[in-house]
Every structure is written in C-alpha cells, then in structure tokens.
Nanobody, 115 residues
C-alpha cells in the first residue's frame, strides 16, 4: 500500500507563488512516476504535470512556463512550484503515484488565487 499526503495549498494573490509538496509513504521502491492533477469547481479533474523516474516531465499547456514539477526520491516527495498564479488556477490539487502498475491518489490541497 502507498499513502500520499499533499501540503502547501492556501490563498494567494494573482501573480503570486506557491509550492506544493506531496509525500509518499508505504511500499515505495523501484521505478515510479508521480504527477499533479487539479479539479476546479464544476469542472473535471485535469492533469497539470507529471515526472518519471528518469526525470522526464510533462506539463499542461495552461501551466507551461509558470509551473515546475520536481522530485526528491530520498524523501519520496514530489513538488509543484507554481509561479505567476492566475485566478483560473484555483482548484483542489491532487498528487498521484504510479508504481508497480498501481495508481494511488492523495486527498488534495486547495489552492485559491484571489485578490
């Protein structure tokens, strides 16, 4: 079993920055990919960014150039640095991990971008 706990969400003004963290615990070994999704009110969950064990990364077009995903395997943690935040970035942000063919989700952290 794998557990994920997100942190770092909160209220930020447009143009501001936040750094989200997601710590994985449990049976973490071998190769695995991690990612961030978000779900805004009334909308479907969408992929934001992902990162593989060899540090290959992908981003949604809407966040390219503003968000950066990174990972620290010694801590089993993935990060999402979010800069130049916009009101449309407001959502619950979820992290996930794909490990040994299994997908696990965290419970999410709320990011609100508002003046």
């Amino acid at each position: 079993q794998v557990q994920l706990v997100e942190s770092g969400g909160g209220l930020v003004q447009p143009g501001g920055s936040l750094r989200l963290s997601c710590a994985a615990s449990g049976s973490i070994f071998g190769l695995y990919a991690m990612g961030w999704y978000r779900q805004a009110p009334g909308k479907q969950r969408e992929s934001v960014a992902s990162i593989t064990s060899d540090l290959g990364s992908n981003y949604a077009d809407s966040v390219k150039g503003r968000f950066t995903i990174s990972r620290d395997d010694a801590k089993n943690t993935v990060y999402l640095q979010m800069n130049s935040l916009k009101p449309e970035d407001t959502a619950v942000y979820y992290c996930n991990i794909v490990i040994r063919g299994m997908l696990y989700w965290g419970k999410g952290t709320l990011v609100t971008v508002s003046s």
